[in-house]
């Protein structure tokens, strides 16, 4: 299979920090992957060097066979990546509704019309009102954004990411923040999502059942560097892993 | 019911001229100027999140350039056409520079542009007339060649094409602030790194409405000289920056209506207080704060109740 996204020794340096570093990633596509490690290991920062977030400091990034390295995010969203994002990032004071449409607008290059009415974009709202749908938030439709509780919110911001229809996703713990019930509701819906949209997602996530239930694939990081990377059970077994850990039970 | 309001109030102003004097008449000119002047400053903050210092800058060129015309070649509608299309080039080009930075950055910076144009106008003696500014402007007729031929002497004439100026303004701003265009715009203003990552390139939607905000302030800019014949520095000078600021904050930030209703009591209140004190801002000024810190939403919001975006 060919990897969907890969990186050839990637790099990124805070001062003295490296929180990225010499990472060769690959992600295939279809295999839905993790990334684990504990705080301060430089998941969220790949993930910004990935979306676009950040630039590296060395090394080059490929989606497919196309360089995208020093690409803006706006573009890359363009050629199929999308994510969401670990701190909460809606667009608070329009409603819910209009959070999927401005996505889908822009997925469908409309972003420009100056003139035409938003209900008159019958494509875009056909669309939005679907994703609404399949991410459980019909009901909330007209309510500001944010006004609707967390859980919600965080639904609304996975309708987002998808709402560009995106070939490969980030989430950036998309279950963060909360209770165990919502939390479980989340993952199922990206494992759903991953099945009905042909998604390939790669999540951070640290609620450790919810990563060897979900994932066909892992990656270790620590210290900025990939630990290792593998099959869940693979990981499981791997005695470096169990120590970064502190020997819990994974 | 909002139709119905909407209709009556054009029709109330289209009749005016039958009912008061040439004072009124021109004050409501100057509150129509203004509402054009923030409706556009208001595209940048309330829409986009941008916080112009230097719009006066936008609105001198309109002026100036509709002032130059006006004394080359007297025809009303190329003089106003062509200054709204000289202050849409320049805001266009000083929009590249300035879009380049957010928050206070870009405020620092458009104070910056507003106060050279200020300079220009004052200094460029051959161009601008310096500190005397330009003198006898007339107040050319509305003419298409072989259509028709209107005389702008009396007031009421010029009231009529700057009323049907503002109508089309703002008709076409209530188009653009409920499009997709302006959907994208509060997109960026309410997170600017969500609406990168849903694809959607900041800068050149911050330009966009960067020049949008410019063509309306060089739009009120040039419907000015016709009005006063004369034209001076002191429309460029960052203190008339703050007008449309004032006028925003008044009506709501987050309203359609709110700087055209914020612009009509900035005129009444000042023309009711200056009849007591000249110091007028300083009780203007009283009236905003306590807006600003009791009504957050301003005049119009309380109407709506909260957060509702008309």
Not at chain 2, 46 to 73: D, E, M, W
Not at chain 2, 186 to 199: F, H, K, L, P, Y
Not at chain 2, 260 to 285: Q, S
Request: with cysteine; charged share 15%.
């Amino acid at each position: 299979m060919k990897p969907i996204i890969r990186t050839e020794d990637l790099g990124k340096y805070f001062g003295e920090m490296a929180a990225v570093h010499a990472v060769n990633l690959n992600v295939q596509q279809g295999l839905f992957t993790s990334v684990i490690g504990p705080n301060g290991a430089g998941k969220t920062t790949l993930i910004n060097l990935l979306s676009g977030y950040l630039l590296p400091d060395t090394g080059r990034i490929f989606f497919r066979d196309t360089e995208i390295t020093r690409w803006e995010p706006h573009r890359r969203v363009k050629i199929g990546i999308s994510r969401s994002f670990q701190v909460m990032n809606i667009f608070p004071r329009m409603t819910v509704f209009q959070n999927i449409l401005l996505a889908v607008l822009s997925r469908l290059n409309k972003n420009s019309n100056p003139f035409s009415s938003l209900k008159s974009q019958k494509a875009a709202v056909e669309e939005a009102e679907k994703i609404l749908n399949e991410v459980w938030l019909w009901k909330e439709k007209d309510h500001p954004a944010s006004q609707i509780s967390h859980g919600d919110q965080r639904l609304l911001e996975l309708g987002i990411a998808v709402a560009t229809d995106p070939q490969l996703c980030f989430l950036d713990e998309p279950s963060s923040g909360m209770n165990p019930i919502e939390r479980i509701k989340v993952l199922e819906l990206v494992k759903k999502l991953a099945a009905e949209r042909k998604t390939t997602f790669v999540i951070v996530e640290h609620d450790m059942d919810v990563v060897f239930s979900l994932s066909d694939r892992i990656v270790v990081m620590n210290r900025g560097k990939i630990l290792a990377e593998g099959k869940p059970d693979e990981i499981r077994g791997n005695q470096e892993v169990r120590d970064i850990y502190l020997g819990e039970e994974i | 019911m909002k139709k119905l309001a909407l209709l009556l109030l054009v029709v109330l102003l289209g009749l005016l001229p039958l009912f008061v004097g040439k004072y009124t008449l021109y004050m409501t000119i100057h509150i129509m100027l203004l509402s054009l002047f923030s409706l556009g400053f208001n595209l940048l903050l309330g829409y986009t999140g941008l916080l112009s210092f230097g719009q006066a800058g936008f609105f001198a060129v309109g002026a100036y350039a509709c002032a130059k015309i006006l004394l080359a070649a007297p025809s009303l509608l190329l003089g106003i056409l062509g200054g709204v299309a000289v202050a849409g080039v320049i805001s266009l080009l000083l929009g590249l520079l300035s879009i380049r930075h957010t928050r206070i950055y870009f405020s620092m910076l458009t104070l910056c542009f507003g106060m050279m144009i200020f300079s220009l106008a004052w200094k460029w003696r051959d161009m601008t007339g310096g500190d005397d500014g330009l003198v006898g402007i007339p107040r050319a007729p509305l003419e298409v060649p072989g259509l028709f031929r209107i005389n702008m002497t009396p007031m009421e004439n010029y009231y009529y094409v700057v009323l049907v100026f503002t109508i089309l303004a703002v008709y076409l701003f209530y188009r653009i602030v409920h499009s997709p265009l302006g959907l994208t715009l509060q997109g960026i203003r309410d997170s600017e790194t969500r609406a990168a990552c849903v694809g959607i390139s900041v800068r050149n939607y911050r330009l966009i409405s960067f020049t949008i905000a410019g063509l309306y302030a060089g739009l009120a800019g040039a419907l000015l000289p016709p009005l006063e014949s004369t034209v001076t520095p002191p429309v460029a000078h960052w203190s008339h920056s703050a007008e449309p600021v004032l006028a925003t904050l008044l009506g709501g930030i987050y309203t359609f209506a709110g700087p055209i209703v914020g612009a009509a009591l900035f005129y009444i209140l000042k023309d009711i207080i200056v009849r007591f004190t000249e110091y007028w801002l300083i009780c203007l000024g009283v009236i905003v704060l306590v807006l600003v810190m009791g009504f957050r939403g301003g005049v119009v919001s309380m109407f709506y109740g909260k957060g509702g975006q008309r």
